[in-house]
């Protein structure tokens, strides 16, 4: 997101949130203010994902699934929401809780 949308959201982190830049898909770059985030203890994370050529990603891929099928990599799983209950989700969040809080989105 960008434009008014990221103003409105970074009026709306909550405290300790995170904001997680990805792109300029609106045109404008997302006006962070440093002392808001001290202010309300948040952080900003920019994230490129632009891996160069589409045979460098595909390798990339490539290796992430060769890691996962190995077990050699994992991620903490904190609790599973179903997507109707990502309100409950997010008032849950009030501090940081151990492992990653995952969204369900279609059922199998």
């Known amino acids: 997101m960008g434009g008014d949308t990221a103003l409105a959201a970074l009026k709306a982190i909550a405290r300790n949130g995170r ?4 792109g300029l898909a609106s045109g404008r ?3 962070l203010d440093s002392m808001d985030m001290l202010l309300r203890n948040y952080s900003a994370v ?3 994902a632009t891996p160069g050529s589409p ?3 595909a390798a990339v891929w490539d290796r992430l699934a060769d890691l996962a099928g190995k077990s050699a990599i ?7 929401y179903d ?3 990502v309100p409950e989700m997010i008032g ?14 279609a059922s199998e």
């Open 29 to 31: 770059p997302v006006p």
């Open 55 to 57: 045979a460098v990603e």
């Open 92 to 105: 849950r969040q009030t501090v940081p809780a151990a492992g990653k809080s995952v969204v369900r989105i």
């Open 46 to 48: 920019g994230v490129l």
């Open 19 to 22: 904001v997680v830049l990805i």
């Open 83 to 85: 997507f109707w209950d």
């Open 74 to 80: 994992s991620t903490p799983v904190g609790q599973v």
